[in-house]
């Protein structure tokens, strides 16, 4: 296979309770999003619960990347310290 450079994928940010973005969806404005802005891998991140979904082209599924699992190891550690902290004062 040959490396190919994908430059077509959207990211959107929202929130957990928002609806997610599909074409046909009327945005604020009255923009209709297109088949073509919604090319699969796009994602969406959720930033009230730092999920990550993915767009496959039919269907949003839940993924998670790299660096939204270091901020959830980061944020058991930091719970984790502050139990600790206290139960010992």
């Known amino acids: 296979m040959t490396v190919r450079l994908e430059t077509s994928i959207k990211r959107f940010i929202g929130l957990s309770t928002d609806e997610k973005p599909y074409p046909g969806l009327i945005l604020p404005g009255g923009h209709e999003l297109t088949q073509a802005e919604m090319p699969p891998g796009s994602s969406l991140f959720t930033?009230?619960?730092?999920e990550v979904w993915h767009w496959n082209g039919l269907e949003w599924v839940i993924g998670e990347t790299p660096e939204v699992r270091?901020?959830?190891?980061?944020k058991g550690l930091l719970?984790?310290?502050?139990?600790?902290?206290?139960?010992?004062?």
């Open 47 to 50: 930033w009230d619960t730092n």
């Open 70 to 74: 270091v901020l959830k190891d980061i």
């Open 79 to 89: 719970g984790a310290i502050l139990e600790y902290l206290n139960g010992s004062l």
